[in-house]
C-alpha cells in the first residue's frame, strides 16, 4: 500500500534543451530506475507535484505510487533525490527507485523529541541542544516512519544522549561504527559580568598623578 499516488507521463525526448522546455510548460522531470528494470524518464505536474513537497515532509520517506500513462502502468517507488534550483530553491529533478514492500532500504528520517517539557534537566534550566536532526535508518520499504520519536522525560542536566541510549522500534536499526551523539541538555552558558582590569586601574592612577603634578608645577610658575 502506498501513501501517495502521482500521474505522469513518458519524457520521450531528453537534454537539457528539452527539460527547460518542460519546465516553461508547467512540468517537472523525473525518472524510474532500479528493480531490474529499464529506467524510464517521465514528467508530472509541476504545481500538484510541488504542492505535496512543501505541504508533506512524509512525502520524502514514504512509498509511492507514480501512474505512467500509456503502457508503463504503476510503479512503486521511493523518493531517492532531489535537484533543487540554487537560486529560487525550487525542484528541478526528481529521481525515483523502484521497491517492494518487502524491500530493505535505507533512509534519512527526521528525529522528534518528546516530553521535553518533563525532562528533568529542562526544569533545572538546561537546554536542549539537537545534535542531529536525521537519523539513517534502515527498515522495510513499507514501515518507513515519518520520524524517530526520541523520549526526553528521564533526562538530566549535562546528560549526552548517544545513538546506543536510543531504543528503535523492532525492524528497524541504524547501521554506525562510532556511537555518535544525537542531543544533549546543556547547562546555559552566562555572560561573562564586565570587570575593571589591573591595567585599567593602573591607567586611572597615573592620570590622576599626572594631573595633580601639572597642577602643583602650574602653582608654582604663578
Request: charged share 30%; hydrophobic share 35%.
Amino acid at each position: 500500500m502506498t501513501d501517495y499516488v502521482l500521474e505522469a507521463e513518458l519524457r520521450e525526448d531528453l537534454g537539457k534543451a528539452h527539460t527547460r522546455r518542460l519546465r516553461r510548460a508547467g512540468k517537472l522531470p523525473g525518472i524510474i530506475y532500479g528493480g531490474d528494470k529499464p529506467d524510464l524518464p517521465i514528467t508530472l505536474d509541476y504545481n500538484e507535484t510541488t504542492k505535496i513537497m512543501l505541504r508533506d515532509e512524509a512525502f520524502y520517506t514514504s512509498m509511492l505510487e507514480v501512474k505512467v500513462k500509456g503502457k508503463r502502468g504503476k510503479n512503486t517507488v521511493l523518493l531517492k533525490d532531489t535537484q533543487w534550483d540554487s537560486i529560487y530553491d525550487t525542484p528541478m529533478h526528481l529521481d525515483f527507485f523502484r521497491v517492494d514492500g518487502s524491500d530493505s532500504v535505507t533512509v534519512s528520517v527526521p528525529i522528534n523529541p518528546i516530553n521535553v517539557d518533563d525532562c528533568p534537566g529542562v526544569k533545572e534550566g538546561g537546554k536542549l541542544s539537537v545534535i542531529r536532526h536525521e537519523l539513517e535508518i534502515t527498515c522495510r520499504a513499507d514501515a518507513i516512519p515519518d520520524h524517530v520519536e526520541i523520549d526526553c522525560a528521564a533526562f538530566e542536566l549535562d546528560q549526552t544522549v548517544h545513538i546506543d541510549d536510543i531504543n528503535l522500534p523492532d525492524g528497524m536499526e541504524v547501521v554506525h561504527d562510532v556511537n555518535f551523539t544525537i542531543l544533549s541538555i546543556a547547562t546555559p552558558k552566562r555572560a561573562a559580568e564586565p570587570e575593571e582590569t589591573e591595567s585599567t586601574e593602573e591607567a586611572g592612577e597615573t592620570a590622576t598623578d599626572e594631573a595633580a603634578k601639572d597642577s602643583s608645577e602650574g602653582d608654582k610658575e604663578s
